[in-house]
C-alpha cells in the first residue's frame, strides 16, 4: 500500500530593487535561471491615482472623514475648523496648512502628513 505524502510548500517571496533603468533587463536575465519570475506590470502610484498633486490633499481629507464615519460639521466642531473651510480645504479651493493639518490628522486618527 503506498503512503500518501504531503508535499512541501515552496514559499515565495518577492523581491523589490531600486537601480538605474538600464540595468533592469540584466538582473532580470541573472533572476530567471534561480526561478524568479519578472513581475514588470505594476507602476507607480500617482500614475494609478487620478488626481492632482494639488487635490490629493483634499481628497485624502474626504477619505479620511468618510473612514472615521463623521461629517464636516462634526470634524469642525472637533477641530474649531470652520465647516466652511473644511469643504474648500476638500475641493481644493484653500489649502490646509501645517497647523490644520495637525488637527485634522489627530481628530481623523491618521497621520497629518498626508493632508500636505
Not at 508535499?7 to 533572476?31: C, H, W, Y
Not at 526561478?35 to 514588470?40: A, E, M, R, W
Request: glycine share 8%; with cysteine.
Amino acid at each position: 500500500m503506498q503512503v500518501h505524502t504531503k508535499k512541501r510548500r515552496t514559499e515565495r517571496i518577492e523581491l523589490r530593487f531600486v537601480g538605474p533603468s538600464d540595468k533592469q533587463q540584466n538582473a532580470i536575465d541573472l533572476l530567471k535561471p534561480l526561478g524568479f519570475l519578472s513581475v514588470t506590470d505594476s507602476i507607480p502610484w500617482r500614475e494609478a491615482f487620478p488626481y492632482s498633486k494639488e487635490a490629493l490633499p483634499g481628497v485624502c481629507l474626504s477619505g479620511a472623514r468618510s473612514k472615521e464615519g463623521i461629517t464636516q460639521q462634526e470634524l469642525s466642531r472637533l477641530t474649531g475648523i470652520p465647516q466652511r473651510h473644511i469643504s474648500e480645504m476638500e475641493h481644493g479651493k484653500r489649502p490646509i496648512g501645517k497647523e490644520n493639518a495637525k488637527k485634522l490628522g489627530k481628530a481623523l486618527n491618521v497621520g497629518y502628513k498626508v493632508f500636505l
